[in-house]
């Protein structure tokens, strides 16, 4: 059974930092790619970045030049860096298998005040 268990969200003014974190169990991680999605209210479940095995990265270009994925397989772990973060980043942000998500975790809200 898959199990995704994300931290880290937070309240933060405008420009401020965030570090995510995913802890990944039920899954081959390490031959797996995952990424961060993110669902604003009222809005659709997106795709923020994603990760191969291989350390190949994507970004939506929103978030190009601000926002940082990086794993660690070892501890079956997925990061997301976030910078200069802006109220429209505002959202609840879940890690999961890309492109094809499994079954969703609960989430970190990550607020962003102008």
């Known amino acids: 059974q898959v199990q995704l268990v994300e931290s880290g969200g937070g309240l933060v003014q405008a420009g401020g930092s965030l570090r995510l974190s995913c802890a990944a169990s039920?899954?081959?991680?390490?031959?797996?790619?995952v990424g961060w999605y993110r669902q604003a209210p009222g809005k659709q479940r997106e795709l923020v970045a994603d990760?191969?095995?291989?350390?190949?990265?994507n970004y939506r270009d929103s978030v190009k030049g601000r926002f940082t994925i990086s794993r660690d397989n070892v501890k079956n772990t997925v990061y997301l860096q976030m910078n200069s973060l802006k109220p429209e980043d505002t959202a609840v942000y879940y890690c999961?298998?890309?492109?094809?998500?499994?079954?969703w975790g609960q989430g970190t809200q990550v607020t962003v005040s102008s």
């Open positions: 999961n298998v890309s492109p094809f998500p499994t079954q």
């Open positions: 039920g899954i081959i991680f390490s031959i797996t790619t």
């Open positions: 990760m191969t095995s291989g350390g190949r990265t």
